[in-house]
């Protein structure tokens, strides 16, 4: 009778590895004190595995900067950029942006494009496919690197994944499926397609605001209101992926209808169209710029904010997120809009949540989709320590730091 306890320890040892690895792709560099901590390891058995990583070539050694500018660099540990390259996408109302980076999360690639004159659904895919061959081929990275693709699309929803060979059943497909499918036969990997906003609640826990938080509720006002949970450091979709609509929470029974089919939804308050119909107004830059002048004007806002802190405050008093993100051209407004949401928050937010929850501004704006294409790409990926590398990689010699949103492609 075979003794079932290699079989055993293998199962142990490859989960383990899994764990760090795991580490690795959601956090990108880290230190051995880092990963210790964030997979729960023993420092002997994380040297083991290490060690049999780094042998593999699986995870490289590195350098992290000091802590403060005397200090002297540190060991650091990551994926090894030759095990491939990941996609993230973000296809908006009006605008394709995507990020290209390798395995180890140094972005490498940035570009953004209007869709111009392209409106039906296939068009803008095809528009989309060609943006990432032309990126890729002025930046001199080879595609046959490419190992998955996150993309973050409008409306709710479920996330939709497909296979390297496309879904069964091609035919008749529509919204995130035929995003996924389209991609997954074009490019022959792995494709991710989730809601924008809540890949955008992704991108601010790996690189943005609230890197590292393991519980975060990022709210998203723009021309839609919208949101994403966290929660134990994972992303939570929800029956049907409506979990966090926060557009949708009644912030008045005796409001408006909505296409939702209730009533006095938060979108139809803290939203642009919102704010642009309460003032007659018909562009945001205009609106915008008003604002700091008073009037009409700073009131939708106040109003909007004021709704915005109502919504919140049932939203964390339900899921007890310690941070919260705000984005969207509402939040970008600054003070006009968040000084009324705090207060409206601290109003009617349970006591003991009114000075444990920390408020914060995008920080990966305005590639947090296309970033949370590229988190649930590295997410998603079955990188596992037998993960095979390609025989020969471009190098480039651009840092491997958090890709900020101000730096370009």
Known sequence: MTDPAPTALHRLRQSNAER????????????????????GLSRTTLSAILGDLIRRGVVVETELPPSNRRGRPTGGLALNPAAGHYLGLELGRNRIRLVLADAAHRVQVRDDLSYGSARAAADRLALAERAVREAADRNGITLGTLAGIGVGSTGPG?????????????????????????????????????NNTRLTA??????????????????HFSHGTGGGLIIGGQLIRGTGGVAAELGHLCVD????????????????????????????????TV????????????????AAGEHAGTALAAMCTAVNAGRVVLGGEL?????????PLRESFARRAMRSLRGGVEFGTAGTAPWGGALGG??????????????????HSEQHSEQAAAPDAESGG
């Not at 992704?202 to 709210?219: I, N, Q, R, V």
């Not at 609106?287 to 106040?302: I, T």
């Not at 590295?378 to 025989?391: C, D, G, K, V």
């Open 253 to 284: 029974d005796t409001g408006p209808e909505c296409w939702c089919g209730g009533r006095g939804c938060l979108e139809r308050y803290a939203s642009v169209p919102a704010v642009l119909r309460a003032t007659g107004h018909r562009r945001w």
């Open 20 to 39: 760090v690895l795991g580490c690795l792709r959601r956090h990108g560099e880290l230190s051995r004190a880092a990963i210790a901590e964030r997979s």
């Open 374 to 391: 590229l988190a649930l790409a590295l997410h998603e990926s079955p990188l596992l320590a037998r993960y095979p590398l390609p025989q």
């Open 202 to 219: 992704l991108a601010e826990a790996t690189w943005g605001a609230a890197a590292g938080a393991s519980d975060l509720l990022y709210a």
């Open 158 to 194: 479920e996330l939709v994944l497909a296979p390297a060979a496309g879904l069964d059943a091609p035919d008749g497909l529509r919204g995130r499926e035929l995003i996924a499918d389209r991609l997954a036969r074009a490019f022959g990997v792995p494709v991710g397609v989730d």
């Open 331 to 339: 939040a970008e407004l600054g003070e006009p809009f968040l000084r």
């Open 287 to 302: 609106l915008r710029d008003a604002v700091e002048h008073g009037g009409a004007e700073s009131e939708a806002v106040r």
